[in-house]
């Protein structure tokens, strides 16, 4: 198993494509959009959107593997796959009616060179769709350490961690929540489909991106001392 079967997998998880299709319809997302996603992975979110908005699509991620699978799955006149950062993004200013993230964000590092970024690509009146894990409370420096090998957790902040970094680069906050019941229905699939119990979920994980049993028990830890959400 690769890195590239667990993005594909974590991408179908059941509801994802209909609740953010809802949810960027709900902010006025329609045919006439142009809708950049930020870390689109094998690219099924920005697809389903080009399919059944009808809108102008562009997935971009620093992954050419994995964009080369999101290219072969996902075939649509309107939608484009670009290689590359969240960082820099190679489009002038002013140029998206939305950004979607999914899952990404809180992988990044740097958090406000993103926000930035992203703020500066978005036209007057653009919305920012941010669907990603949150801790309930702040990540201390030993549990940080225990999962910086664990995708889509290593970076993970609160929600007002990430609301002051949108804050900070221009954004005006309109609506945030945070629910559980989206984690454990993850965790429920996804040991369903790889086969192992929900407990060695973050083993898992950590086994895939070659980080060993060590990583895997250390992320058992924190998964054990920390309350996680999905924002």
Do not use: W
């Amino acid at each position: 198993m690769n890195r590239q079967k667990l993005l594909e997998v974590f991408g179908q998880r059941p509801g994802r494509l209909e609740t953010l299709e809802k949810l960027v319809r709900q902010l006025g997302g329609n045919e006439s959009s142009n809708v950049l996603e930020g870390g689109c992975g094998t690219g099924e979110g920005i697809a389903h959107l080009c399919k059944n908005i009808g809108c102008k699509g562009t997935g971009i991620d620093f992954d050419a593997m994995v964009l080369s699978k999101a290219e072969e799955k996902n075939n649509h006149e309107n939608l484009t796959f670009t290689e590359g950062s969240v960082y820099g993004i190679d489009c002038e200013g002013n140029s998206f009616d939305f950004v979607i993230s999914e899952a990404a964000f809180s992988l990044l590092p740097n958090k406000q060179k993103a926000a930035d970024e992203f703020y500066r690509i978005l036209k007057k009146g653009g919305r920012l769709l941010l669907r990603d894990f949150v801790s309930i409370e702040q990540v201390n420096e030993k549990d940080r350490d225990d999962i910086r090998h664990i995708p889509c957790f290593n970076g993970i902040g609160t929600i007002e961690e990430y609301e002051t970094v949108f804050r900070n680069a221009g954004f005006e906050i309109q609506m945030k929540e945070i629910s559980t019941k989206e984690i454990i229905k993850t965790a429920l699939y996804l040991s369903r489909e790889f086969k192992v119990k929900p407990s060695e979920i973050s083993h898992l994980f950590a086994s895939i991106m070659n980080a060993g049993g060590e990583m895997g028990d250390r992320g058992k830890c924190f998964f054990d001392g920390n309350r996680i959400g999905f924002a």
